[in-house]
């Protein structure tokens, strides 16, 4: 059982388009994560949402934090080709655990075309 | 700048072989961690630690063990590696903070025939 569902698991899009990638549970996470993963590399880190309702912005990035922490939307503004990866969702079900685990969503793969 | 580093980016090994995956990070993190990673599947949790010597099973921990003797190594063990056990290998580690954010090595890429 996948506690993350993250759609669409594919998109193609030509450069300058805009999107909108979706992150989706039945369980409260006390923070979510979005990374980015390019070919044969790690994921790396974007950005951590704690607060329902939370908006973040990085550059043409802009991530939400669903008002009851169930959900997480990541938005894309005129995308590039520079924007082509796996990106990432995950969430952290326990508060102040020392544990540390993240429960990951399987990926939407994003290809942009100039 | 967090550093996480894998053994190996490449590694082809054969059926019934013992297998070591070696990851070491330089930011004294509390947490460490092994997925793998499948076309479709996404990142599977194998096994972590939060602590030496102390272990957790993940989602998938079956023909896999590990081990944590110092806080910067974590090692994956596959004790007789089979062909399905071929895929992307990703260690990972966090600093135990509330957020826990990760930070993943390069992988390796692990083929068994």
């Known amino acids: 059982t996948q506690l993350l569902e993250q759609s669409p698991q594919f998109l193609s899009i030509q450069e300058g388009e805009n999107l909108t990638v979706y992150c989706n549970s039945s369980?409260?996470?006390?923070?979510l994560q979005w990374y980015r993963q390019e070919p044969g590399e790690g994921p790396v880190l974007l950005v951590t949402?704690?607060?329902?309702?939370e908006v973040k912005k990085l550059k043409r990035l802009t991530f939400q934090f669903g008002d009851a922490r169930k959900d997480s939307s990541l938005h894309i503004t005129a995308a590039q080709p520079g924007d082509t990866g796996l990106y990432l969702c995950a969430g952290d079900t326990d508060r102040g655990s020392t544990l540390g685990r993240l429960y990951f969503g399987r990926g939407t793969q994003l290809t942009v075309w100039p | 700048d967090v550093k996480v580093t894998q053994s190996s980016r490449y590694l082809v090994k054969r059926t019934g072989e013992k297998v070591f995956l070696e990851c070491v990070q330089d930011?004294?993190?509390?947490?460490m961690f092994w997925y793998r990673q499948d076309p479709g599947l996404g990142l599977r949790l194998i096994y972590f630690s939060y602590d030496v010597k102390m272990k957790e099973k993940g989602d998938i921990p079956e023909g896999y063990s590990v081990s944590r003797e110092k806080k910067e190594r974590f090692s994956l063990i596959l004790e007789s590696a089979s062909t399905n056990q071929t895929s992307m290998y990703l260690c990972?580690?966090?600093?135990?903070?509330?957020?826990?954010?990760?930070?993943f090595g390069p992988g390796t890429r692990l083929t068994v025939l």
């Open positions: 990972a580690s966090s600093p135990g903070t509330v957020y826990n954010e990760q930070f």
């Open positions: 949402v704690v607060t329902g309702g």
């Open positions: 930011m004294d993190h509390e947490n």
């Open positions: 369980s409260v996470f006390s923070s």
